[in-house]
C-alpha cells in the first residue's frame, strides 16, 4: 500500500511536544499506515531543550525562532504546544504560512484571543486545523461515545466529564507558567484542563446553555525556584454545573470538573452518562473496565463490569488482550488528524475527529461565562 507522508514540524518540544515525536517514531504500531507523520523540523526558544529534542530524533532541524521554521517549504504540518500566551501569535502565524496544524489548548488565552485565532483561520478554509485532546480516545471511552451517537442510553439523564490532578496538593512545588494569569490566562486550571472535559460532551451535542462555576484558589504563594515565593495566581480547582438542553423535555444537568488539586488522583479523566435506556462510565483510573447499566424494565438494575483489551479507533499491532495507555491515546489522536488530513473528514477510516476550531469556540463561550459566574456568584446564560 502506498503512503502519504506529511513533513512536520513541532513547534513547542516540552512536554507534550516530546509525546508526538514518540507517537510518530512508532508509527510502525498501526496497522494500516496508508498516512505517516515525519518530523523534520522543531522549534523551541530553549536551546536545551531544542537540542535535547534533536539529540533524540536524529534528522530533526532546529530553528530558534519559529517564523523560520514557518518559512521551511517542505513543513507541511505542524504541532504546536507552546504555553497558552503565545497561541494566538504563534497559531495565526501559522495560518498566513499555510500550514496545517494540531494547536494545543485551550485554543488561544482567552475569549478574544480564540476569536482571533478563528477569524484568521476563515480566510483559509483549505487548512486542516485541529485542538489536542487525547483522552476520547481510550477504548472505553470510544465505546460510550459510539452509544451515544447510536441513541442507545435513551433520554439523557445527567452527564459527568472531567480531568483530575493532585500535583499541586504539595504547596512546596514549584511555580512554573501555568499557575501565573499571565502565561496560563484567567481560565486558571479551565485552559490548562478544560478541553478534556468538555470534548466529549461538545461533541456529543451537549452544548451548555447556562453555567454555575465554582472556582477555588487553594494554594497562594509557591517557591520562585530561586529562593523566594511567587504568587500562585490561577484558579486551583473548578466545578462546573451547567443545563444541557431547550426545553423541559429534554434538558439535564451537566457536570464538569477539573482540578489540579484533586487528593489521589494523578491524571484521571472520567466520563458518566447516565440515561433512562442506558447508563455507561468509563474512568483512566481504571484504563480497562467499561462499566454498562441497561435498564429494563422489571429487570434487576445491574452494572456489567466488561474488561476492555486493546480495541483502538485505528488498529494497531498490540493484541487484543493488552493495556491501552496514554500515549496509545495521543497515537490514536494523531492518527485521526493525519487520516483527516490525508483523506478529509468524509473519507476518514473511523468517524472520531480532533476537536474543531468550533469546539474551542463553544469551550470559550463556557469558561467565560464560567469566570463571570463566578464572580457574580450567579448562573450565567452560555451564549
Ligand atoms: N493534551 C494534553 O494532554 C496536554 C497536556 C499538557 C499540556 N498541554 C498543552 O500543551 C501546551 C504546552 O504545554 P506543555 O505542558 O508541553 O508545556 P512545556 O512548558 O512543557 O513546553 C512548552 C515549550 O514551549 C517552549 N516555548 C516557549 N516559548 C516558545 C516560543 N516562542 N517558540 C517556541 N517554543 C517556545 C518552551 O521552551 C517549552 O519547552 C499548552 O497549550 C498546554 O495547555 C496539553
Known sequence: MGERIINFGVIGCGLMGREFASAAARWNHLLSRDVCPRIIAACDTSSAVLSEFCAANPGVRGYADYRELLAQADVEALYIAVPHNLHTEAYIAAINAGKHFLGEKPFGIDRAANQQILSALSKRPDLLVRCSSEFPFFPGAQKIIALAHAGKMGRILEVRCGLLHSSDMDPLKPINWKRRIATNGEYGCMGDLGMHAVHVPLRLGYVPRDVRAMLTKVVKTRPDGKGGEAPCETWDNALLACTVGSSPDDEFPMLLEMKRIAPGHVNTWYLEISGTAMSA??????????????????????????????????????????????????????????????????????????????????????FDAALRSAGQDMVIRVE
Open 281 to 366: 462510565r468509563f474512568s483512566t483510573r481504571f484504563p480497562r473496565t467499561l462499566e454498562l447499566l441497561p435498564y429494563e424494565r422489571g429487570k434487576p438494575q445491574a452494572w456489567h463490569v466488561q474488561d476492555l483489551g486493546y480495541e483502538s479507533a485505528y488498529p494497531a499491532i498490540t493484541g487484543g488482550i493488552f493495556e491501552f495507555g496514554f500515549p496509545d491515546a495521543i497515537q490514536q489522536m494523531w492518527a485521526a488528524f493525519c487520516d483527516e488530513l490525508a483523506n478529509g473528514p468524509s473519507g476518514m477510516k473511523q468517524p472520531f475527529r480532533c476537536v474543531t476550531p468550533r469546539e474551542t469556540e463553544l469551550s470559550h463561550l463556557l
